[in-house]
């Protein structure tokens, strides 16, 4: 699955496609009803199926001092994609000139012209173009004179409601691991270069890989049980602290999970943490033995919890 720049020439061997656009951050239910979509027209037209995603997110390029609130990076975003079959990432840079982009020049120049786009498949609520002014509709009355044949795909909703970003988000902010997992369809992962830190956890018999949360929405501060993907393709049980560590100085944002039953280096390797269950939210003790004694209880029934999914 190639990832391709906007402003890198298109393959010839990708023109034509039917392109699934939106956000998609998270790739939750509802993106995947729009990709899959987009997916299925593509195979039975012949034609390559691309997933053409914004980088910034247009919220963070207009508001750039809003809080995280990412739930995937573009490589999670990329190999996501892959995984429902899609051949092609196409990732549109969002700045000050497509933010003004017209609605027409955003279909002409762009989706066909540049792009060579036969179809194209969003979202109902999908927007476009200078002051959101593109729709659905939008798009498909400025695409019919091109031949491009745009699409929309309904909500996907369950007993709660609508399936959206927000409410993963919101399910994370209560360390609802369960709801963020079912509504994603895969548990929720952090992914990071894991760092050097003050290597506390290694004196106390607990070392840590950490993990710096970027532009990753916050979950719950507090002990996670947590599944580690290793660079390798490893899958290793752990624990993990998500938050400021506040029995140690200075406060320091970090996710740190100690991984069961493995030795070696991580340094600068990347890895994703996947937040399985909420154990606890975090504490501060008066000892060090007061803490080595709740980390021995935190690791005990991480393992319990992970060991009842295999």
Sequence with gaps: MRLIASDMPLPPALRGAVIALG????????????????????????????????????????RPETPPFALTTMNQRAALFAEAGVDATLV???????????????????????FGAAGVVTGEDFTFGRDRAGSPAVLAALGAPHGLVAETVAPVADADGTISSTRI?????????????????????????????????????YPTANVTLGDYARPRYGIYAVRV???????VDGAANLGIRPSFDPPLELLEPYLFDFSGDLYGR???VALIAFLRPEAKFDTLDALVAQMARDCDEAREILGRLD
């Design 229 to 235: 993907r290793l660079d390798d393709g490893r899958m």
């Design 270 to 272: 990347t890895i994703a």
């Design 23 to 62: 956000n998609f951050d998270g790739f939750h239910r509802g993106h995947q009803a729009v990709v899959g979509r987009a997916v299925a027209r593509a195979r039975a037209e012949g034609r390559p199926a691309i997933v053409a995603t914004f980088d910034p997110h247009p919220a963070r390029f207009f």
């Design 92 to 114: 549109l840079r969002f700045d000050a000139a497509l933010a003004v982009l017209s609605p027409q020049a955003f279909v002409e120049d762009l989706l066909v012209g540049r």
């Design 169 to 205: 988000r919101a399910a994370l902010r209560a360390g609802d691991c369960a709801t963020a997992a079912r509504l994603l369809t895969r548990p929720f992962a952090i992914e990071g270069s894991v760092v050097h830190g003050a290597a506390l956890g290694r004196t106390i018999g």
